[in-house]
């Protein structure tokens, strides 16, 4: 399995960016994908998850109604489009996947890590 995150950068406060997971090599028909962020010396942030077995989406309190997950399936990616971007947002953003027929947030429920993405919010 291998996931790779794009579209990390610059963005003022109030604005929006989309970043991006790139994902293969899933050999098991059940499988959820997440985003996780990191602040500087804090743990990580489980924010967004989606299922692949009926694309159930899960988000945490601090992003819920201003980021959104959706999938390409023709080409395997996972965007998160994030609005209404605030300082506190500012972290390097990871997607990962798990096993199962559900996603969750938590982070030691993930098997596979990709690089991650640095969002940087300026006020």
């Known amino acids: 399995v291998q996931l790779q995150a794009s579209g990390g950068g610059s963005v003022q406060a109030g604005g929006s960016l989309t970043i991006s997971c790139a994902f293969s090599?899933?050999?098991?028909?059940?499988?959820?994908i997440g985003w996780f962020r990191q602040h500087p010396g804090k743990e990580r942030e489980g924010i967004a998850c989606?299922?692949?077995?009926?694309?159930?989406?899960e988000y945490s309190d601090s992003v819920r109604g201003r980021y959104t997950l959706s999938r390409d399936d023709k080409e395997d990616i996972l965007h998160l489009q994030m609005n209404n971007l605030q300082p506190e947002d500012t972290a390097t953003y990871f997607c990962?996947?798990?096993?199962?027929?559900?996603?969750?947030?938590?982070?030691?429920?993930?098997?596979?890590w990709g690089r991650g993405t640095l969002v940087t919010v300026s006020s």
């Open positions: 990962a996947s798990m096993w199962g027929a559900s996603c969750r947030l938590n982070s030691w429920e993930y098997q596979y």
């Open positions: 090599g899933f050999t098991m028909s059940y499988y959820g």
């Open positions: 989606v299922s692949s077995s009926d694309g159930w989406t």
